[in-house]
């Protein structure tokens, strides 16, 4: 076999690849977003506005999870450190 028919092959095999890889991608950002779903239904973020939850939800993950915590709750290093020396 000419060694061009051979890269033409491989080219083929990874478009394939590719295309069952999109498959697989679409499938797995379903189950997330299903699993986010029924996190957030309960909780109250659910009477948010779209914009408004993507919003908040941006938000918080620009911070990460722990400063998006100690942020709202006001619990943590910083709060103590801001605190009057002696009211610990």
Same mark, same amino acid.
């Given at each position: 076999?000419?060694?061009? @028919?051979?890269a *033409?092959?491989? %080219?083929?095999? %990874? +478009?394939? =690849?590719? &295309?069952?890889?999109d498959?697989?991608? @679409?499938? %797995? &950002?379903?189950? $997330? $977003? @299903? +699993?986010? #779903?029924?996190?957030?239904?309960?909780? #109250?973020? &659910?009477?948010?506005?779209? !914009?408004? %939850?993507?919003?908040?939800? +941006?938000?918080?993950?620009?911070? #990460? &999870? =722990? $400063?998006? *915590?100690? !942020?709202l709750t #006001? @619990?943590?290093?910083?709060?103590?450190?801001?605190?009057?020396?002696?009211?610990?």
């Amino acid at each position: 076999m000419p060694r061009n @028919r051979s890269a *033409i092959a491989a %080219l083929q095999k %990874l +478009e394939a =690849d590719r &295309e069952a890889l999109d498959a697989k991608q @679409r499938e %797995l &950002e379903v189950q $997330a $977003a @299903r +699993e986010l #779903g029924e996190i957030i239904l309960g909780s #109250g973020l &659910e009477s948010f506005s779209k !914009k408004g %939850l993507r919003k908040v939800a +941006e938000e918080l993950g620009k911070l #990460g &999870e =722990d $400063a998006a *915590i100690e !942020k709202l709750t #006001g @619990r943590g290093s910083t709060r103590a450190s801001n605190a009057e020396p002696g009211t610990q």
